[in-house]
């Protein structure tokens, strides 16, 4: 082969390789391994991609998975795969997702659904290796014997291999700006496929100088086509190819892909060799596999997603993934002492590490020096002169010159001030060390934990709360909670003031001439953390080493603002999991910072993190009625939802698509279409359910930060209503109402109508009433007056007495026709004394005994009126005497705010119901009329054999 390395290059490029090997072997790097465990449908994975929408699909052993970062959606058989077994997984430019199986042809992939093709082209090639589209949209299938293209619905066969050209397996495929196809096969070399003018051409070992076996093909950021193979790197320039040699194991560096990062370094996925990354000049800048704590190394694919997260698409772990080696981890396997890792301390850009086996050096990951081995260093300090100060189980000295006995106790602390004066202390003594004498005090119940100097003060922290060491004994420090004890950390901001913590609180606390002035921060202000055990402060920043999250504060939002502001480093980013010591924690001058924990030592570089400046991908995964998914079809309206008012419980499962740190994002939504529609605070709840809905017109919105804070600007909106029963629809209301004045419209004039008839029924009977009057008057002239005046002319000439007599008795019978006619006491003293008179005729006429009490009610009543009432008690004067045939009755009258007649006898009675349905009584008739017109109101009381009582109102 040409083009081939000069031997001294060979050899300068190994010793680069494995120097940079022997480096990494002390560098534990972070990955997360996303498995069956995790819902991955298999541990084997050949093909990964990244959609438009952010989420990240893979083709397994066991079928198709979708990944948004916080769940997996399988796609097997059972949804309606053709096969459990894909070998491909493709993206259109409609976001559709092709999948290509190993056997079984393909599926196509929208929305969630399925489809499959029957094409008899897809039973004979049904091999689909890969996919490509082209500018017109023309889908390219690539198979194991044959090159299909799919548009407008139609599968077409373009090429089918023969023996002479030596077709075979297809590996990868990619198109260069030239319009020119490029495949990468597993035998018959590289494959250059023009389509318009269609063209084949085969690139060999024995035409070209290149491998035959090509696992990859890629486009570089300069359109130059790379091709991976066994051990090598082509890089083609038009004309030739040229090999560049991967170091290491030939037989394991097979490049089954290749992708460029940000900075143009290539990374490449090596069956059997991990990972390798190059600059832009083929150099090796990086090599992970197994000793960085890789999980596995036969890798076929590695994709860099939209956040510059590393996916590897795995043969034995499942999917990978790897952001950045900010965060490295250290235990006895890389060559540390011990993984127990009490305490830290920088002097000179060199960490000293205190371990329950002694102290060692440690530099550019590398252990320097090992000092008072076997022994358990419980905390370390140094002095002005750079010397490094140890507190161990034997006693306490210099790491690396004199330990001095503890006779006294076994202290675990140690403080050194600016007058170089060191402070043990211990379970019950203090010991206090000068250059020229030692001076030790008992202090009972001093059970050091923590101590912390102040200008003016020393303070001990142990499992009882903070003290402050005073005249040889402890003096609790004041305004602290109750249940602020068993302090594990602390460090000061400047000479008076220091932070304090525990598992539950953040305490902040200075000293001045006045005492002790102390801010209070309970853990659950500090979302993602869940307490703290070290701490150490840089700057205007407070470090915090959590059991489940390292984390950086800003103090002076804290403290001027009461705000949080904090940068969060959990397990997914690389955080060790192992819980961190009490106090083991330093931050060097360079700003790494060192974490001591049960599981080994942990070294971040924040220069070295990359963070996540890309919002979210925004997206309502599904709705739910009375927490159960429904069919969306049967709601959709144009572009709104419509649910009936019986259907107003209605949830949202939201997605925020980020790979980074998906267990960190927070969401915030509102229900536009409430009265105050605010939105909500952050939360991490990714399901909002809104119960109870009135009906109304609303617009559900909501958005999510990527787990950094970056908020997604663009909004996810979503139109629904809830529909009003028919009774409140205005709809409704509107033929209500108009139904509601037909029908009073309706009702006046059918009442109308009544009242006229009954106006001319009324009439009608009155004039046959003044009719049969008029022949009772008759009758009377005739019959009675008549025959009288006869009997007068008779006897005129006969008898005068017995005519006197008769004189006087038609003059009687003339005076009571003319009453009845109309009474002239009305007219001449009122209303009351014509009532009363007409009682006292009653009495004197007939046999019926009639009592009365009746009020002066003149000034009641007009004129008009009065011959109404008049003729109101009459009438029922007339019925007691026809019809009741009673032998008493009583009448009464009296105004209190209106006028009451009450007219009573004792008489057979009568069916109150039964008559107003049958009686066609003119006198009953006549009666209503007349307390109609006065817009008066009657009510009658009788039952048979038990008399009548008539109740009437009239206005005054």
């Not at 596995?296 to 043969?315: F, G, H, M, R």
């Not at 060559?335 to 440690?362: L, M, W």
């Not at 963070?611 to 429904?630: G, V």
């Amino acid at each position: 082969m040409k083009n081939k390395l000069p031997a001294y290059k060979l050899f300068l490029t190994t010793l680069l390789v494995l120097f940079l090997l022997q480096k990494g072997i002390a560098q534990q790097y972070f990955f997360k391994k996303y498995d069956v465990e995790h819902g991955l449908l298999s541990n084997e994975v050949y093909d990964i991609i990244q959609a438009s929408d952010n989420s990240i699909w893979a083709a397994t052993f066991k079928g198709v998975v979708q990944f948004d970062g916080q769940k997996f959606y399988h796609y097997t058989k059972e949804e309606g795969l053709n096969s459990n077994l894909p070998r491909t997984v493709f993206e259109d430019s409609k976001g559709g997702i092709w999948v290509g199986f190993w056997n079984d042809g393909l599926n196509y992939i929208a929305n969630g659904h399925v489809q499959s093709f029957n094409d008899s082209l897809l039973e004979t090639f049904n091999k689909v290796i890969q996919f490509y589209e082209a500018k017109d949209g023309t889908i390219y299938i690539f198979n194991t014997r044959s090159i299909l293209s799919y548009k407008e619905g139609r599968f077409s066969l373009l090429h089918e291999s023969s023996a002479e050209i030596g077709y075979a397996y297809p590996n990868d495929v990619v198109q260069t700006n030239d319009g020119i196809i490029w495949i990468g096969t597993l035998g018959a070399g590289l494959v250059k496929f023009t389509p318009e003018p269609f063209n084949i051409e085969i690139l060999k070992n024995e035409t070209h100088n290149i491998n035959n076996i090509s696992y990859s093909v890629y486009k570089n950021h300069k359109n130059q086509l790379l091709v991976g193979s066994y051990g090598y790197i082509y890089e083609y320039d038009g004309l030739h190819f040229k090999e560049h040699k991967l170091p290491g194991e030939h037989d394991k560096n097979r490049v089954w892909s290749i992708t460029q990062d940000a900075q143009n370094n290539y990374w490449l996925a090596l069956y059997g060799n991990g990972i390798m990354v190059l600059d832009e000049g083929f150099n090796v800048v990086q090599h992970i596999h197994s000793k960085n704590g890789l999980y596995d190394t036969y890798l076929y694919k590695v994709l860099i997603d939209t956040e510059n997260n590393k996916w590897i698409a795995s043969q034995n772990n499942g999917l990978i993934r790897y952001r950045s080696n900010a965060f490295s981890s250290f235990s006895e396997k890389d060559g540390i002492p011990s993984t127990i890792i009490n305490d830290v301390i920088e002097v000179k850009d060199t960490a000293y590490i205190a371990t329950d086996r002694g102290v060692f050096s440690f530099k550019d990951g590398k252990v320097m020096n090992e000092y008072l081995k076997g022994r358990y260093v419980y905390t370390l300090a140094k002095d002005t002169s750079n010397a490094v100060w140890n507190v161990n189980d034997f006693g306490y000295g210099i790491v690396n010159g004199t330990t001095f006995n503890n006779e006294e106790d076994t202290y675990y602390t140690l403080s050194i001030d600016k007058d170089q004066k060191k402070y043990l202390a211990g379970n019950y003594f203090l010991r206090t060390i000068k250059k020229e004498n030692h001076k030790t005090v008992r202090i009972k119940n001093l059970q050091s934990r923590v101590t912390q100097l102040l200008d003016t003060s020393f303070l001990v922290g142990n499992n009882n709360g903070l003290f402050e060491i005073a005249n040889d004994s402890l003096i609790k420090v004041p305004s602290l909670p109750e249940d602020f004890k068993t302090i594990q950390s602390s460090c000061s901001i400047s000479p008076n003031e220091a932070f304090f913590g525990n598992n539950d609180y953040l305490i902040y606390l200075k000293k001045d001439k006045s005492g002790y002035k102390t801010k209070v921060f309970s853990k659950n202000k500090f979302i993602g953390l869940q307490g703290f055990n070290a701490l150490k402060v840089n700057d205007d920043r407070l470090w915090i080493a959590s059991t489940n999250a390292l984390a950086q504060l800003d103090i002076k939002y804290l403290l001027e603002k009461d705000s949080i502001v904090m940068t969060t480093y959990t397990h997914d980013l690389g955080f060790i999991k192992a819980e961190p010591l009490d106090n083991a924690l330093e931050v060097f001058e360079n700003g790494d910072v060192y974490i001591g924990t049960s599981e080994g030592l942990q070294v971040f570089a924040p220069s070295k993190f990359s963070k996540n400046n890309t919002p979210p991908t925004l997206k309502i995964n599904s709705l739910w009625l009375f927490s159960e998914p429904f069919v969306d079809s049967l709601y959709v309206h144009g572009d709104t939802y419509k649910f009936s008012y019986k259907e107003n419980h209605i949830t949202f499962n939201l997605s925020a698509i980020t790979h980074t740190y998906p267990e960190n994002v927070q969401f915030k939504y509102r229900l536009n279409g409430l009265p105050n529609a605010a939105w909500s605070k952050p939360n991490k709840e990714s399901k909002v359910s809104f119960p109870f809905l009135p009906p109304g017109e609303y617009e559900f919105e909501f958005t999510a930060d990527n787990g950094f804070g970056v908020w997604q600007e663009n909004t996810e909106k979503l139109k629904f209503t809830i529909t009003a029963p028919f009774w409140k629809s205005s709809w409704f209301w509107v033929g209500f109402i108009l139904l509601f004045f037909i029908a009073l419209i309706a009702f006046i004039s059918w009442k109308a109508s009544v009242k006229q008839k009954r106006a001319k029924k009324y009439a009608q009977s009155l004039l046959k009433a003044q009719e049969d009057e008029r022949k009772r008057i008759s009758k009377e002239l005739h019959d009675g007056i008549g025959q009288d005046l006869l009997l007068i002319k008779n006897s005129l000439a006969m008898n005068a007495t017995k005519t006197t007599s008769l004189v006087d008795k038609t003059i009687e019978d003339i005076r009571s026709l003319s009453r009845n006619l109309h009474p002239a006491e009305l007219e001449k003293f009122g209303l009351t004394k014509a009532l009363k008179s007409m009682v006292e005729q009653v009495a004197e006429v007939t046999d019926l005994f009639i009592t009365e009490e009746i009020e002066n009610i003149d000034q009641a009543v007009s004129k008009e009126k009065s011959i109404y009432i008049y003729r109101i008690v009459q009438e029922c004067i007339n019925n007691i005497l026809k019809h009741a045939e009673a032998n008493a009755a009583r009448i009464e009258v009296f105004v209190k705010e209106t006028i009451h007649l009450s007219i009573q006898d004792n008489g057979k009675g009568f069916d109150v119901q039964q008559r107003k349905l049958k009686s066609k009584s003119l006198g009953l008739q006549s009666l209503h009329e007349r307390i109609s017109f006065l817009e008066g109101t009657l009510h009658i009381e009788s039952k048979k054999g038990k008399g009548t009582k008539i109740s009437i109102k009239i206005p005054v």
